[in-house]
Nanobody, 121 residues
């Protein structure tokens, strides 16, 4: 069984910064892509950023130049550094990972519990 645990959310003023972390634990052989999603009130969940096992990254247009995704493979952890936060970034942020339990077997899709980011003055 695999778990994802997010941390680092909170209340921040517009223009401020936060760093989110997501640690994977359990029966992990390797982790392929990892990503951060967010869901604002009344909106659908959207992919914010993703990173492959090789370090290639992808971002939604609205966060390009402000957010940076990174990972520590030794710690099975993915990070999201969020700078120049806007009110519109307010959402619950979720971590997702494509995890191999063995070389031949993928874990069922796993989501963390989410961490709330509130950007407000």
């Amino acid at each position: 069984q695999v778990q994802l645990v997010e941390s680092g959310g909170g209340l921040v003023q517009p223009g401020g910064s936060l760093r989110l972390s997501c640690a994977a634990s359990g029966s992990i052989f390797s982790i392929n892509a990892m990503g951060w999603y967010r869901q604002a009130p009344g909106k659908q969940r959207e992919l914010v950023a993703s990173i492959t096992s090789g370090g290639s990254t992808n971002y939604v247009d609205s966060v390009k130049g402000r957010f940076t995704i990174s990972r520590d493979n030794a710690k099975n952890t993915v990070y999201l550094q969020m700078n120049s936060l806007h009110n519109e970034d307010t959402a619950v942020y979720y971590c997702n990972a494509d995890i191999q339990i063995t070389v031949f077997r993928r874990s069922p899709e796993v989501w963390g519990q989410g961490t709330l980011v509130t950007v407000s003055s």
